[in-house]
């Protein structure tokens, strides 16, 4: 059973900076591209992020670009997400996700669709005050 825990949620001011992990169990977790989406009140859960399994191709929401950064550690079987320029608009509940099917099957194909993912963490709450 795929487990996703994320932590690193919090209140910061517009500006700041946060930083999500995500451990991952369950899972061959250097086989499957990763993501983080995104959902505020009232609004449909959007993407933010993914990384591909080894790390070397990344994709980000025009949203967020040159401002977060999505890394993974396959070692220690975590994603991250680096959050730099926080503004008001990024307050959302933050959900890691593991893709569907390992890279044996998607071959070089990295999803970032939300119906590609298939596992999904809890979430974690991100306020921003202005």
């Known amino acids: 059973q795929v487990q996703l825990v994320e932590s690193g949620g919090g209140l910061v001011q517009a500006g700041g900076s946060l930083r999500l992990s995500c451990a991952a169990s369950?899972?061959?977790?250097?086989?499957?591209?990763m993501g983080w989406f995104r959902q505020a009140p009232g609004k449909e859960r959007e993407f933010v992020a993914a990384?591909?399994?080894?790390?070397?191709?990344?994709y980000y929401a025009d949203s967020v670009k040159g401002r977060f950064t999505i890394s993974r550690d396959n070692g220690q079987n975590t994603v991250y997400l680096q959050m730099n320029s926080l503004k008001p608009e990024d307050t959302a509940v933050y959900y890691c996700a593991a893709d569907r099917h390992p890279q044996s099957v998607r071959r070089i194909v990295v999803v970032t669709a939300l119906d590609g993912f298939g596992s999904w963490g809890q979430g974690t709450q991100v306020t921003v005050s202005s």
């Open positions: 990384i591909n399994w080894t790390g070397d191709r990344t």
């Open positions: 369950g899972l061959t977790f250097s086989s499957y591209t």
